[in-house]
Structure formats: C-alpha cells, structure tokens
C-alpha cells in the first residue's frame, strides 16, 4: 500500500464504527468511512473534543453539526496551503491521501526539468482531469510544471484557483477551465495538443453538459484510451486514482499496461493508497492508484 504518511496538519487519529476520527490543522472531525466496519474501544481522548460530526442519514446524504468550527481555515502539506470549508456528503475539499500520488508526481516533473531536456521553449505539460480542489494541480506547479486543470464543477475551480494563491503560485503557469474532461479531450486531440504527464481522478458516476452518462465502469477504459493520444512522445506518467470498489489495483494496471505499456514500454504500479492511524498504527485504505512511468523516470 502507498501511504501518505508525511503530513504535519493532518492526521487520522483514530477510526471504528463507520467513522474516522481526524485531526484538520488544530480542528477535529469526524466523518463516516465505509471501509471502517470494525467497532473497537473508543478510548482516544479526541473522541469527547469534536469540533465538527458529520451524521449519516439512512435516506442518504447527512448533515454536519459544528462544535466551534471556522467556515473556513487552512492547512499545509509541505510548501502548499489548502483552504477547507466543511460541505455536502461530508467533504471538507481535500483528499489527503493523495498525497503519496502528489509527491511521486513532483519527483518525476523535478527530475524531468532536471534533465535539461526542457525549459522555457519546451516546458514540461501536465494535463489534470476530474481535478476538483487542486491538490495535484498545485503540487504540480510547485514542480515546475505548466499545468492545464480541468473540471466541470465552476465552484470547485475557483476553490483550486484559491489554493494556487495561497500557495504563492498565484502568477504559475496553470490554465484554469470550467469543462467536461471527456469533450475537453477529444478538442485537444484534433488541437493536436500534447502533454508530458496526465492525472485523473474520474468520479464513480456523473452526468455531462448534454445528458451524457459517465459510469466508470463503463468508461474509464475508452476515457484512458482516448487520453493516451495526448501522450507526448517522450511522455513520463500517467496516474490515474479510483474510489470505486470494483476498480481495484489490479484491474487498474490491468487496464494501463494493455493501453500504455505494451505499446510504449515504461513500467506499470497499481495498488492501493492509504492513510496512517496514528492512535493504533493501522492503514486506513482510501481507494487505489494506477501509474505509468517511462523507463527514464521509473525511479523518480
């Protein structure tokens, strides 16, 4: 499992009973977790100090209740600030577990740069899509890289465009756009667009501007097909995150290898992604990772 264990403002403290325990910054929540079917003493002092409880409702969805909780505050994962704000199904605006996928992505666009093979005429492009918040968008760019960010949802864009400012990259080269990734795809393939990296973190279900359906397990596969032509010739990653229960890491790398692998060679990593419980010393499990890595970058 890839493990995100390298935050100082975040940290699952404890978990059971459908429900994860976490510390925000200086705020605790607790949110529901279908992986958490266990139930196991209570004994945390957290626990009795909540500042936010999302409650489950059995008709679906849920609502929060506050306990002295800011409408918005901030926290840093390295030299990156991101601003929460608590709202619908229980999010807060940030996935910290993929965080692990962050930092593999900026260790290949660093030593990408490093190599001299790019620069101000031939900057290394990332393509983000389903980017929601900007957690990869803005690591990204932290890189060095020149970033396109894709999302249909205007609000979450704006949110991303926020974290880029308070992350001090308010002047980066990042392209913000308010789109479906799907449509946004085809135009850049007969743009004739390329890009050296690709991220994707597509939702298990959606609808698009027309009515259309997404169901990933019925799309992704074609989606990652279609992606592939954005690939540049000396293209270094495509890494693609699923939530979904069925997609798991297997069929992930099942899925880049038969698409990407056998036809450009590289090396293909799928498994799942995590978070540390810093009370118990589990891993909390938060879906899987797909990644392609050309060979020059396959240790990075």
Same mark, same amino acid.
Request: charged share 20%; proline share 5%; aromatic share 12%.
């Given at each position: 499992?890839?493990?995100?264990?390298?935050w100082?403002?975040?940290e699952?403290?404890?978990?059971?009973?459908?429900?994860?325990?976490?510390?925000?910054?200086?705020?605790?929540?607790?949110r529901?977790?279908?992986?958490?079917?266990?139930?196991?003493?209570?004994?945390?002092?957290?626990?009795?100090?909540?500042?936010?409880?999302?409650h489950?409702?059995?008709?679906?969805?849920?609502?929060?209740? %506050?306990f002295?909780?800011?409408?918005? =505050?901030?926290?840093?994962?390295?030299?990156? #600030?991101?601003? $929460? &704000?608590?709202? /619908?199904?229980?999010?807060?605006?940030? %996935?910290?577990?993929?965080?692990?996928? =962050?930092?593999?992505?900026?260790?290949?666009i #660093?030593?990408? $740069? &490093?190599?001299? /093979?790019?620069?101000?005429?031939?900057?290394f492009?990332?393509?983000n899509?389903?980017?929601?918040?900007?957690?990869?968008?803005?690591?990204?760019?932290?890189?060095?890289?020149?970033?396109?960010?894709?999302d249909?949802?205007?609000?979450?864009?704006?949110?991303?465009?926020?974290?880029?400012?308070?992350?001090?990259?308010?002047?980066?080269p990042?392209?913000?756009?308010?789109?479906?990734?799907?449509?946004?795809?085809?135009?850049?393939?007969?743009?004739?667009?390329?890009?050296d990296?690709?991220?994707?973190?597509?939702?298990?279900?959606?609808?698009?501007?027309k009515?259309?359906?997404?169901?990933?397990?019925?799309?992704?596969?074609?989606?990652?097909?279609?992606?592939?032509?954005?690939?540049?010739?000396?293209?270094?990653?495509?890494l693609?995150?699923?939530?979904?229960?069925?997609?798991?890491?297997?069929?992930?790398?099942?899925?880049?290898?038969?698409l990407?692998?056998?036809?450009?060679?590289?090396?293909?990593?799928?498994?799942?992604?995590?978070?540390?419980v810093?009370?118990?010393?589990?891993?909390?499990?938060?879906?899987?990772?797909?990644?392609?890595?050309?060979?020059?970058?396959?240790?990075?």
């Open positions: 499992m890839w493990t995100a264990g390298d100082k403002d975040y699952v403290i404890d978990a059971s009973g459908g429900e994860k325990l976490e510390r925000w910054g200086s705020y605790i929540l607790l529901p977790d279908p992986q958490v079917i266990w139930n196991t003493p209570k004994e945390h002092p957290s626990w009795k100090k909540l500042n936010g409880h999302y489950r409702s059995a008709k679906g969805g849920g609502e929060w209740e %506050f002295d909780l800011p409408d918005e =505050w901030q926290i840093s994962y390295r030299n990156l #600030k991101f601003n $929460l &704000k608590p709202f /619908s199904f229980k999010h807060t605006g940030l %996935f910290p577990e993929q965080a692990v996928n =962050w930092d593999w992505c900026s260790n290949i #660093k030593k990408a $740069l &490093k190599s001299g /093979s790019y620069g101000p005429e031939r900057p492009k990332v393509l899509l389903f980017a929601y918040t900007g957690g990869a968008t803005v690591s990204a760019a932290a890189a060095g890289a020149h970033v396109v960010h894709v249909a949802s205007k609000g979450m864009v704006g949110w991303a465009r926020e974290n880029a400012v308070s992350s001090g990259l308010s002047d980066a990042i392209r913000w756009l308010v789109d479906d990734c799907v449509k946004f795809v085809e135009r850049e393939i007969r743009r004739g667009n390329k890009y990296g690709i991220i994707m973190d597509p939702p298990s279900y959606g609808r698009g501007p009515g259309e359906i997404w169901k990933i397990e019925d799309s992704v596969y074609p989606f990652i097909r279609t992606c592939t032509e954005l690939l540049s010739d000396d293209a270094a990653f495509l693609i995150n699923s939530y979904t229960t069925g997609l798991q890491a297997s069929v992930l790398s099942y899925m880049l290898g038969s990407i692998e056998k036809r450009r060679g590289g090396f293909v990593h799928a498994d799942e992604i995590g978070l540390p810093s009370s118990n010393g589990l891993t909390l499990p938060c879906g899987a990772s797909g990644r392609w890595v050309s060979s020059d970058f396959n240790n990075a």
